[in-house]
């Protein structure tokens, strides 16, 4: 794992008063900050343009191009973040996993990791050697974003997920039946997934990165006892190792209404939120947090009113606590009509810089 110290990009000054770093330090905002997760994707024409001459991978190895695809939604949609545009298992080839993109499907790994003898044979990170395209562009992006670029990465259950599932699994059948028969080399995995996103994670910082989400989106098919016992150690030690990057940590999973109380301790500054629990409920779990979230992205789909009543709901929950950084509650889907995007963060900001002027 790396300890190096990461530094900001060459000539990088460290925006520490933009409203998006405030919140996430739960400072006093002049309106409440929004992003969204997936804003730079399929519910975007201009994205989708991209995608009919690159893939995925093609984009996320060409700097230029992922920078361009990383800043579309901050002039489209008038967000206050732009995160990296790159997908969570990004850094595996950098430990010897092979991982190729199917339509419909998403990543795919043709040779799983199940054994301890294919943990061993996983090779140690190094971000300057496997993804200096990515840091490239996370420089480029610093360099022309009147927002905080946030960096991230997946967190070491659900890499884990990846690997030992070989795609996208919702229930982690195989990862778990590993937790059950052989313990040892289910935390050897996790073990080096750690190393991997700490040295992942701090070279973004070190490319001029200004906070840090660590997604761990199949953990919620665990239990309190597991997730406590089994994976929050490892979670910890990724924060750990960021921890003195001063940036802020953001922690996001779903289906972790039953884990927020154990995510309190996990060293994120922020915790994410789903769309399965309110907001001010899972926050009275957070003490000395900040929260992010959490409208339910399928609202999106339907008429704007409804769009604007359930974001005032959650803005009213949100109300007199400092600390609110408006997201969904998951990913943008698709047929998101992008106008209604803009539509959402207009009335965000509006709303709240009133009841801030008040």
Known sequence: MSTRPATPAS?????RDLPLL????????????VWFMRQAGRALPEYRAVRERAGLADIVRDPALCAEVTLQPVSRLGVDAAIVFADITTPLPGIGVDV???????????APVRTAADVARLAPF??????????????????????????FAGAPFTLASYLVEGRSSRGAARLLALLRSEPGTFHGLLSRLVD????????????????IQLFDSWVGVLSPWD??????????????????????????GTGTAGLLHLQASSGATVVGLD????????????????????????????????????????????????????????????PTDPDDLRRLVDLVHHRTAARAGA
């Open 275 to 334: 769309w399965r629990v309110g907001l001010r409920e899972a926050w009275a779990q957070l003490p000395g947090l900040a929260v992010q979230g959490n409208l339910d992205p399928s609202v999106l789909l339907g008429p704007f009113d409804g769009v604007a009543e359930q974001a005032a709901w959650i803005l009213d929950q949100a109300a007199g606590l400092p600390g609110h950084v408006f997201n969904l509650g998951h990913g943008v889907l698709p």
């Open 100 to 110: 190729r993109f199917v339509e419909a499907v998403g990543p795919v790994i043709d």
């Open 11 to 15: 000539g990088a000054l460290v925006r």
């Open 126 to 151: 190094d971000p300057a050697e496997s993804v200096a395209p990515l840091l490239e562009a996370i420089r480029l992006v610093r360099a022309q974003s009147p927002v905080p670029v946030i960096g």
């Open 22 to 33: 405030r919140a996430y330090r739960r400072e006093p905002v002049p309106f409440t900050p």
């Open 196 to 211: 991997t996103t700490v040295a992942y994670a701090r070279a973004q910082v070190g490319a001029g990165a200004e906070a």
């Open 227 to 252: 997730y406590e016992r089994a994976v929050l150690p490892h979670v910890r030690r990724v924060f750990a190792g960021l921890a003195d990057l001063d940036v802020p940590l953001v922690l996001f």
